[in-house]
């Protein structure tokens, strides 16, 4: 069984850090692009950052540039999201997946996704 599990999330103050991580089981991603998404209450799921197969090229959305990093290790199959200088309106429930199509910023051209972890940024 394929499986992504996300951890790390939790609630923060403005200014603060998190640092979230994904493990994935059942196969390796190693091939593939992997992305942070992140859904608010009342909104769609909307695309935070991807890396890709080997680590050599990252996207990010405009709204988190320069504050969030995303990583990973292929020994490991896992990766990760740094988060720094959080804001209120990074408050929403974070999901990682795993690339099947050509537009990474697109949730369905993901065809596997963890279950995601809250992320609550306090003012």
């Known amino acids: 069984q394929v499986q992504l599990v996300e951890s790390g999330g939790g609630l923060v103050q403005a200014g603060g850090s998190l640092r979230l991580s994904c493990a994935a089981s059942g196969r390796t991603f190693s091939s593939r692009t992997l992305g942070w998404f992140r859904q608010a209450p009342g909104k769609e799921r909307a695309f935070v950052a991807a890396?890709?197969?080997?680590?050599?090229?990252?996207y990010y959305a405009d709204s988190v540039k320069g504050r969030f990093t995303i990583s990973r290790d292929n020994t490991r199959n896992t990766v990760s999201l740094q988060m720094n200088s959080l804001k209120p309106e990074d408050t929403a429930v974070y999901y990682c997946?795993?690339?099947?199509?050509?537009?990474?910023?697109?949730?369905?051209?993901?065809?596997?996704w963890g279950q995601g972890t809250q992320v609550t940024v306090s003012s």
């Open positions: 890396i890709g197969w080997s680590g050599g090229w990252t």
């Open positions: 997946a795993a690339l099947r199509g050509g537009n990474y910023y697109l949730p369905n051209e993901y065809d596997y």
